[in-house]
Each structure stands twice: as C-alpha cells, then as structure tokens.
C-alpha cells in the first residue's frame, strides 16, 4: 500500500513538472513558469544519506531561479530538523493517510456536485486574494499549478454549493487503481456548517466505487487530521516538507510603462552581472563614488545585492524581462537617498529617470519621506541629468578619490513638495514590504 501511494506521487510528481534534474541526492522538480508555487518547485529526497549541509547546498545550487527553498523528505526525516532550523527552514510535516475503515457515521451530501477547474477559478483566486500573502500574480500562478497537474492526471473535481454559490471544493485524481483526495477547502463564510465531510465523503465514495485505494495528506498539525480519521482513514507514511521562505520584498513589484523593479534571483543577478561586465561606463572615467566596477568580482557582487539589511532596497530593473541595472533605495526617514547603474548599452533611453521616478514615488507616496538625497561626481552629466529632470536642487559639495585623484562631488536634495513624478507607476507586494522598509526616524 505505502509503495503504491509512494509510485503513485513520484509519477504525478514527473508528469506534472517543467523540468526534471538528477542529482546524487534526490530529484529537482520544477515548473519555472511557476516558481513562486513551492509545491511545483523543490528537492524530492527519497531516503535522507547526507548531512543537512549537502542538501540545503544541493538546493540552493538547483534552485537560484527561486527566492525560496524546499527540501522535501519523502520518507520523513524529523533529524533533519535541527540542522536545517540552523540554515533558516522551517519544517512541516504532511501526514499521509490511506481509507482503511468504516466511517464513523454518513451525512447527506447532495449539496455536491462535479464542477469543472474553470469553475472554480474565481473562487479560488478570491480566496488567495484574501490571504496576508496574495496577490494577483501567485493566483495566477497557482492556478497554472493546478492546471498542470489536471493535465498530468485524470481530476474529477467537486464543488459544494450553499446559498446558491460554490462554497467548498477539493479533488480526485487517478492512475486507475488508485485515487487521491485532494485541495479540500470551505470557504470560511460556510465553515461549520458540515460541507468539508460532505465533500470529503462524496470524493472517497466515488474514488472507492473505482479504485482499489484511496488516500489523502493532511499536515500533521492540523486540525482536518481528527475529520478524516472519522471518515475510515488511517496514517500510513509521512513526508517532511522543509521550507526556507523568502522575505516579503521579493513579492515588491514597481511596474513603469517600460520596466518592472523587483529583487532578483540568483539567477538573475548573475545575468546582471554579465550586464556590468559588458560595461557601465567609459574606462577611462569613474562616475561611483567607490569604484567597484574596476574590479568586478562575481561572488561579491552577489554577496552585495543579497544583502537584505533593514531600510535598503536594491531594486533591478527588468526591460523586457531581462534585467538592465539596478536602482537602489536607502531608508533612514524621514530622508530617503538613492543610487543607481545601467548598462551601456540601455543608457540615453530615458531609462534612468523612469526608475528612479519609481523610487521616488514610492518613498513620497507611501514611505512618508520628506527629502529624497542624491548626488552625482564631477563629468557624470547622466546621473547629474536625471536628477534636474526630477527637480532636485544642488546643496553643496564634497570631495571623493575613487581612483585616488580628488574628484568634486554635487549633493543634490528633492524636497516632497516639489516632487513631480515623470512616469505613472504601479504597486503589488506593497503592503507586506511597508514595515521592512520603515526604518526608525
């Protein structure tokens, strides 16, 4: 019984991804279309054999297209949990459960029904709207999770109906023999009033009318657990799920007529990098204040932009879906100051003046900052350009050496007043990134 549910999952686990990679220690499974689904992107580990350090490395080496990291024990491995708690993951873990009794008692369940998966996209997207963490872009994309899988898997799902609209849902998928309950959820406005049985009922008595087995997870710490233990099911296996989140900024989204602003991935900040490689600037001339582009170094750029100090927001510009530089964003209110790079190739374009219009708008309008700093070395007219476009007024000087020689150095304020944004721009993530980049005043 347990092997069958194990083949059952690691056939629906290939069939349903994007892509699959080998490795000494367990499988990737990805859908980078979807990579902020966790359940569509992680290492699968069959029997844990190396330490806890080999496999957080083994993900982070398959996974720097994705913010987060999942490592999941197949075979449950509870030992693992200190040492991947030491490396950020938290640990949940899925009981798995196979009908084996009589339930407890049978209600009516004529309020059930079968829906199609259109039917109940709208009712799920409202549902992950209304979660601390959703927005329309992970609906969305959890929507294509659960299309992949009904492609990979033959799905009968169900919908339970109450005062004219569908308030519950969940699934059945099947190989033929055997059959999986699954995504059983009631609307909270129709909780406690009995639907989650119904369901759950209706879907195992359809799966037994066809299949020689029937099974379900559900988390060990949750209460739906005691529901299907009443309903005939039994635990029989148990899978560790560990999770190292990423921070709520890398859901931050600025969006312009041309870019899109957001943190990047591994991935992407090494195709960033390749963009600094090809070149910022003339050679022979040094617009930053500290002259890092003299000696480029891969390890450290990475080490700098992954840097996720309180107040600092190194934002990559996306044109195209490719990033093109980076516009940075420093927090100390009630003042704000920005930075900023493009490569060569996309300057002149007006580009520069877009992002930080984006910055701005986001520190004035929603920040509450008062004065917005820059500054810009003696010949860099571009940076210098950007800055008059925006409004910001010279309030004195100083000196730097980037390159040993004493260059002069223009301090520039934008007072909120005076603030005229250049670009209309667009906001998600924003409300759970507001108190990460709030520093004290």
């Known amino acids: 019984m347990v092997e069958r549910i194990r083949d059952f999952r690691r056939a629906l686990q290939r069939a349903s991804a994007e892509r699959v990679v080998e490795t000494p220690y367990g499988v990737g499974v990805f859908s980078d279309s979807l990579r902020d689904v966790y359940d569509a992107n992680y290492l699968s580990v069959e029997r844990v054999t ?37 490396l950020g993951y938290g640990l949940s873990t899925h009981l798995v459960l196979a009908h084996r009794a009589r339930p407890d008692r049978r209600v009516d369940t004529a309020a059930v029904r079968v829906v199609s998966l259109d039917d109940l996209e709208p ?20 929507e294509g999770a659960k299309r992949r899988i009904a492609e990979a898997i033959p799905t009968t799902f169900f919908g339970a109906f109450a005062d004219g609209e569908v308030a519950g849902y969940c699934e059945l998928r099947s ?17 406690g009033r009995g639907l989650g049985r119904a369901l759950v009922q209706h879907a195992l008595d359809e799966g037994l009318r066809r299949h020689e087995l029937v099974f379900l997870e559900a988390l060990a710490d949750d209460w739906p657990r005691e529901l299907y233990a009443k309903l ?3 635990v029989v296996d148990r899978r560790d799920f560990y999770t190292r989140l990423p921070s709520p900024l890398t859901r931050l989204r600025l969006r312009t007529p041309r870019l899109e602003l957001r943190l990047p991935s591994v991935a992407e900040l090494r195709a960033l990098y390749r963009v600094a490689e090809a070149g910022i600037h003339d050679p022979s001339e040094m617009p930053f204040e500290v002259p890092w582009t003299d000696d480029l170094d891969e390890d450290a750029f990475l080490a700098y932009h992954l840097d996720r100090s309180p107040g600092r927001l190194e934002l990559v510009a996306f044109l195209d879906g490719a990033p093109i530089g980076v ?14 790079w493009l490569g060569r190739r996309f ?11 984006a910055v701005l708008t986001l520190a004035f309008d929603h920040l509450g900052a008062e004065v917005a700093r820059s500054g810009a070395l003696a010949g860099n007219e571009q940076s210098l350009g950007v800055s008059r476009k925006l409004g910001y007024v010279a309030v004195g000087s100083r000196t730097f050496a980037p390159r040993g020689e004493p260059v002069e150095h223009t301090d520039l304020e934008l007072r909120r007043a005076a603030f005229r944004p250049f670009v209309a721009v667009s906001f998600t993530g924003l409300e759970r990134a507001l108190p990460l980049l709030r520093a004290p005043t």
């Open 123 to 142: 009712v799920r997207e409202a549902a992950v709207l209304a979660e601390p963490w959703g927005d329309l872009e992970i609906a969305q994309q959890l």
């Open 232 to 234: 005939g099911f039994q």
């Open 175 to 191: 190989d033929g023999r055997t059959a999986q309950i699954e995504d059983v959820e009631v609307l909270p406005r129709h909780r």
């Open 50 to 86: 190396v330490a806890a350090e080999q496999l957080a490395a083994t993900a982070d080496e398959l996974m720097e297209g994705h913010h987060h990291r999942r490592v999941v024990a197949e075979q449950s491995a509870p030992g693992l949990a200190g040492d991947l708690g030491a």
């Open 327 to 340: 516009q940075g964003l420093h927090v100390e209110l009630p003042a704000v100051s920005t930075g900023s």
């Open 347 to 357: 300057q002149g374009r007006g580009l520069g003046t877009e992002m930080r219009s």
